[in-house]
């Protein structure tokens, strides 16, 4: 069973920040959060991880509470390409277990 | 990001053939490969797990004489579905890691439909 909690969709308007949100209240000292996303008929994209810190590539930033009981995805300026269902997973060095993730609209 | 293909596509097939499904990771070794399964408007169920050289692990409910894998090489996992029937039309994705505890980079899928 997948670890986390997320809210089955959320909207947001194009150029402004998105910010999705996750509980993994269960998490283990060693396990990672990921989050992936993905449109339509395609295979799962990686955004990002992380285990403690707060983290920021190209795409997105991660941040992570100091409990590690939740996160939150940040995109900074939600285009419309970013429509796609977002998910969180906890996993360690294993298997990843997707849950039924959030869909996220970004509306013109 | 990591780069993982998928091959073929799209394939339709008649009942009781096999299907063989190639994933390949393109510019990194993988040590380990993943099988997923997704039904429409469902999330991506995880069928097995392979590393190189060794037999794969299969998640509970999943055939492993129905679902053949093979990891045959750092770069190369394939599935075979044997015997195909309706009910195992579906789209099938593979994932590629490399070192362990890395991020999964996901191929783009393939869509089976059996008739």
């Known amino acids: 069973d997948a670890k986390t909690t997320q809210p089955p969709s959320m909207d947001c308007a194009e150029g402004r920040a998105a910010n999705l949100p996750c509980n993994h209240s269960t998490i283990s000292g060693n396990e990672y959060v990921y989050w992936y996303r993905q449109i339509h008929s395609q295979g799962p994209q990686y955004i990002i991880h992380?285990?403690?810190n707060n983290e920021t590539n190209e795409m997105a930033s991660l941040i992570i509470t100091e409990d590690r009981k939740s996160s939150t995805l940040i995109l900074p300026h939600a285009t419309l390409r970013d429509t796609a269902v977002y998910y969180c997973i906890v996993g360690g060095s294993e298997k990843l277990v997707f849950g039924k993730g959030m869909k996220l609209t970004v509306n013109p | 990001g990591a780069v993982v293909s998928q091959h073929p596509s799209r394939v339709i097939c008649k009942s009781g053939t096999s299907v063989k499904i190639e994933c390949r990771s393109l510019d990194f070794q993988a040590t380990t490969m993943f099988w997923y399964r997704q039904f429409p408007k469902k999330s991506l169920m995880l069928m097995a797990t392979s590393n190189e050289g060794s037999k794969a692990t299969y998640e509970q409910g999943v055939e492993k004489d129905k679902f053949l894998i093979n990891h045959a090489s750092l770069t190369l996992s394939t599935l075979t579905v044997t015997s195909a029937h309706p009910e195992d039309s579906s789209f099938y994705i593979c994932s590629a890691r490399g070192l362990a505890g890395s991020e999964q980079y996901f191929g783009p899928g393939t869509r089976l439909t059996v008739t």
């Open positions: 992380g285990l403690k």
